[in-house]
């Protein structure tokens, strides 16, 4: 019955909708906003069926490969830390992947969980929209009140630990991935477009696993999305998620994060008078 269904939905995704979908996700994953928040809330807005998580999950790499691109100079340096020889650069390379190392744990090991026994246990309209306000609130008060003295190589271990149970977090649809450990990154006191760039680093690792897991299920043929929509999701959401880290890392060597704090407090009110029909 599980089955039939799921082939129902694949043919039932159009062009547009994937076009629609790869918008909102390639725009929103990096920007502080929640991608799985607002991909969840495409079907309740549109009236269309839910995608479900295999396409959420697909388009993750789309994104993935943004960062990769976007960021090629540190993954270069960073593929390089095995090599024997170096100095101070390569030193700190060798710790800054230690860092992502024992951020990226936190997440694999919940996100395994979750998508292994309970793979829909968060994807509600009404978590995204309490979870879009009150993160949203706790962005701009710790971008507000931190200091902004620290660049990446001072983190340290605990602030690692820190920033990847953030990561961690984010598993709940509303939170947002990039958010929550920007938001973390603030707290310890890294400088803006550090804390950015050190949230989308940390996401190559949970992205690629999560990627991998939808990417599996659509070449043994159990997922709802067929591999010529895979591809096509892929490929858009590359696009727009490179226009967006490329905006996001200008804007934030210019300016706070409040506007998107903002944005979401906005989203999270009109949710919420929206869902609970409060007038």
């Known amino acids: 019955m599980r089955i039939g269904a799921r082939r129902q939905r694949r043919h039932g995704l159009t062009l547009l909708q994937l076009f629609v979908l790869t918008i909102v996700q390639g725009i929103t994953e990096f920007l502080p906003i929640s991608s799985s928040g607002h991909l969840l809330l495409v079907p309740v807005v549109t009236g269309w069926p839910d995608q ?44 800054l992947l230690f860092y992502l190392a024992v951020g990226t744990v936190p997440a694999i090991v919940a996100g395994y969980l979750i998508h292994t026994y309970a793979p829909e246990i968060f994807r509600s309209a009404k978590i995204v ?26 983190i340290g271990l605990g602030g690692a630990l820190l920033i990847g149970t953030a990561q961690m977090l984010a598993l709940v649809p509303g939170t947002s991935r990039s958010g929550i450990t920007m938001t973390a990154g603030r707290l310890l006191g890294l400088e803006r477009p550090e804390a950015a760039r050190y949230a989308m680093l940390l996401s190559i690792p949970a992205t690629a696993a999560a990627g991998a897991l ?48 903002l944005y979401r407090v906005l989203l999270g009110v009109a949710l919420i008078v929206w869902l609970y029909g409060y007038a």
């Open 52 to 95: 479900g998580l295999d396409l959420d999950a697909a388009v993750h790499v789309g994104t993935l490969l943004a960062v990769l691109v976007y960021f090629w100079r540190d993954v270069i340096r960073l593929m390089a830390t095995p090599l024997p020889k170096g100095g101070k650069d390569r030193r700190d390379a060798r710790r």
């Open 129 to 154: 929209a309490w979870t879009v306000l009150g993160y949203g609130v706790l962005l701009y008060l710790v971008d507000r009140f931190s200091p902004r003295i620290k660049r990446i190589e001072h």
């Open 214 to 261: 939808a990417l599996k299920d659509v070449v043994s043929g159990e997922s709802a999305v067929s591999m010529s929509q895979t591809g096509i999701a892929i490929g858009l959401t590359f696009v727009f998620a490179l226009l967006a880290i490329w905006f996001l890392m200008a804007v934030l060597r210019r300016i706070s994060f409040a506007p998107f704090a």
